[in-house]
C-alpha cells in the first residue's frame, strides 16, 4: 500500500494568497492591529494554530481567554463571502481527478494534511467540488506542528507503508517531509515544482 497524502492552499487549490490575507484579516479584527513576522518562514510553526499561538506571544496577548473558535468564525465567514462573491476556488488542473483515481486505487491510501483549521479546508475544496466523503483530512485543530498533522493523517503505521508520499507548496512542507523520512513532492513555482496534475507521472 502506498500513502499518497497532499496539502491544500497552492497544491491542490490555487487559494494561498486569497487564504493568508483572510486569515491575517480575521485575526487583526478578534485580536486588533497585531504585527505579524514578515515571512511565513519565520514562524516555528506554520499552520493556522501555530502561527496564532506565536502571534498572541508576540503580542504580549496570551493572557487572553482562547480566541480561537472567534477567530475561526471570522475567517470561515469571510472565505464564505469571498466564494459567494468571487466564485468557487480553482483546483490546480488536474488535482480533482487525480485525487479522485487515487482514492478508487486498491493500492492507494489517500489523504489531505492541511497546516489550517479543519472547517476552513472542508469549505474550500468543497467549494471546488473535491470530494470529501471518504477521504481523511487531518488538520491544526488539535496540533499546531506539520510533521504531527502530517502523521495524523495516516490510517495505520509508518512501517506499514511500502512509501508514503507528499504534495506540497512551502519549504516547511520539504522540512517537514525531510523529518518524516517521506517522499515530497514539490507543487508550485517558489519550489520549481508541478504547476499542473494533468501528466503528473507515477506517484
Known amino acids: 500500500m502506498h500513502a499518497v497524502i497532499f496539502d491544500i492552499d497552492g ?3 490555487e487559494s494561498a494568497a486569497v487564504d493568508d490575507d483572510l486569515y491575517r484579516s480575521a485575526l487583526r479584527r478578534v485580536l486588533g492591529p497585531i504585527n505579524f513576522r514578515k515571512s511565513l ?3 516555528d510553526f506554520v499552520s493556522d494554530s501555530g502561527i496564532l499561538w506565536q502571534a498572541l506571544i508576540d503580542n504580549k496577548l496570551q493572557h487572553l481567554p482562547d480566541p480561537t473558535g472567534e477567530i475561526i468564525s471570522n475567517f470561515v465567514g469571510d472565505l464564505q463571502k469571498h466564494i459567494s462573491k468571487n466564485g468557487a476556488f480553482s483546483e490546480v488542473p488536474g488535482a480533482r ?7 478508487s486505487s486498491r493500492n492507494h491510501y489517500v489523504a ?3 497546516g489550517g483549521w479543519s472547517a476552513s479546508a472542508s469549505l474550500k475544496l468543497e467549494s471546488a467540488e473535491f470530494d470529501l466523503s471518504n477521504i481523511t483530512l487531518s488538520a491544526s485543530d ?16 509508518e512501517a506499514d507503508y511500502e512509501s508514503i508520499t507528499y504534495y506540497g507548496d512551502g519549504p516547511w512542507d520539504r522540512e517537514a517531509c525531510g523529518e518524516l523520512g517521506w517522499n515530497f ?5 517558489a519550489l520549481g515544482g508541478l504547476e499542473s496534475y494533468l501528466h503528473p507521472g507515477d506517484v
Request: glycine share 2%; no cysteine.
Open 142 to 157: 488539535t496540533e499546531r506542528d506539520r510533521t504531527r498533522i502530517m502523521r495524523s493523517a495516516l490510517d495505520r503505521p
Open 41 to 43: 518562514t519565520d514562524y
Open 11 to 13: 497544491t491542490l487549490l
Open 112 to 114: 489531505i494534511a492541511t
Open 97 to 103: 481527478n487525480l485525487v479522485a483515481s487515487l482514492q
Open 185 to 189: 513532492i514539490p507543487v508550485g513555482r
